[in-house]
């Protein structure tokens, strides 16, 4: 299974402040990575998917890049909306899908 | 609007069964790959089974082969899961999730909690 590592752990940023999440894959992945946000009792919520691609009705402050292994998801002039639990997912070896262990994104 | 509501969660014994159930609207149920994905109490998201359109391919992860079985009804528009055996650490909630045909999820449910203790 491929295993999918993020950093940091919890991550503290001031609201209006770029916030850079990482994620990390065992092995390749190419392009195929997911990022979702989740806040207390919800259900997750997509966001990027193919590494880059912003889901419908996601803000253009969100963005994510990288592929193989390495992506990062960017978010600029952080609102207060923002802060969260966001995981990542490969979905380009399966099954099974692998998701990261999440990063929480605290306000500082 | 995609609607996607689980129920038939609760408290069973180790070793006991439980059915959930996650009721669908806003979209052609019978046009997605569905799954399941679970989260223990303050921990990550754990991906647990998948069913095909017309439940021909069906996956679980290896935590619950054997003991869960995963079906849906399309003309109900329904999505089901039977578990037995259950163990302590099948403690969790469980989503159910639309695939976007990609396998990433579009679409989540709140989710169903199921807690199995003595």
């Known amino acids: 299974d491929i295993v999918m590592t993020q950093s940091p752990d919890t991550l503290s940023v001031s609201p209006g402040e770029r916030a850079t999440l990482s994620c990390r894959a065992s092995?390749?992945?190419?392009?195929?990575l997911a990022w979702y946000q989740q806040k207390p009792g919800q259900a997750p919520r997509l966001l990027i998917y193919?590494?880059?691609t912003r889901a419908t009705g996601i803000p253009a402050r969100f963005s994510g890049s990288g592929s193989g292994t390495e992506f990062t998801l960017a978010i600029s002039s952080l609102q207060s909306e923002d802060f969260a639990v966001y995981y990542c997912?490969?979905?380009?070896?399966?099954?099974?899908?692998?998701f990261g262990q999440g990063t929480k994104l605290e306000i500082k | 609007e995609v609607q996607l509501v689980e129920s038939g969660g609760g408290l069973v014994k180790p070793g006991g069964s439980l059915r959930l159930s996650c009721a669908a609207s806003?979209?052609?149920?019978?046009?997605?790959?569905m799954d399941w994905v679970r989260q223990a109490p303050g921990k990550g998201l754990e991906w647990v089974s998948s069913i095909s359109i017309t439940s021909s391919y069906i996956y679980y992860a290896d935590s619950v082969k054997g003991r869960f079985t995963i079906s849906r009804d399309n003309a109900k528009n329904s999505l089901y899961l039977q578990m037995n055996s259950l163990r302590a650490e099948d403690t969790a909630v469980y989503h159910c999730?639309?695939?976007?045909?990609?396998?990433?999820?579009?679409?989540w449910g709140q989710g169903t909690l199921v807690t199995v203790s003595s």
């Open positions: 193919g590494a880059s």
């Open positions: 997912q490969q979905y380009d070896s399966w099954p099974p899908v692998t």
């Open positions: 092995q390749s992945v190419s392009s195929s």
């Open positions: 806003g979209f052609t149920f019978s046009s997605y790959t």
């Open positions: 999730a639309r695939d976007s045909g990609s396998r990433w999820y579009s679409d």
